[in-house]
């Protein structure tokens, strides 16, 4: 059986799966970095009156069938009640479906 998911990093780097887990943030990280997701702005640089916002890692095991580890997970989520449109984001995108995700729904149809 697997064990369940950290609920943050210092779980995640108190687990034997350790290096798995940097792995996977690195991973993360990187593909942010790549698709220029954020801006790395000082404290001092921020406009007046704004906030940070909040965000935290989601870590996520993805399990085959018999739940053997595939691949270790992580995201890095902002708490986006506290966004504002123009001023912490322009766009949105949505998640979309892998082809093998889509076979599998049709599978179980």
């Known amino acids: ?4 998911e950290p609920q943050n990093v210092k779980e ?9 887990w940097m792995n996977a943030i690195d ?6 970095e790549a698709n220029n997701v954020f801006e790395v702005v000082e404290r001092k640089d921020l ?7 909040k965000s935290r890692l989601v870590f996520k095991k993805k399990l085959d069938e018999n739940g053997n580890v595939l691949k270790y997970k992580a995201r890095w989520v902002a708490k986006g009640f506290s ?12 998640p979309t479906a892998t082809i093998t995700a889509i076979r599998d729904m049709f599978a179980m149809a």
């Open 27 to 32: 991973e993360e990280l990187n593909a942010m």
């Open 1 to 4: 059986s697997v064990a369940m």
């Open 83 to 94: 966004q504002v449109k123009g001023v912490n984001y322009n766009e949105t995108f949505a």
């Open 12 to 20: 995640a780097l108190a687990t034997q799966e350790s290096e798995e």
């Open 47 to 53: 406009p007046a009156g704004t906030k940070l916002l």
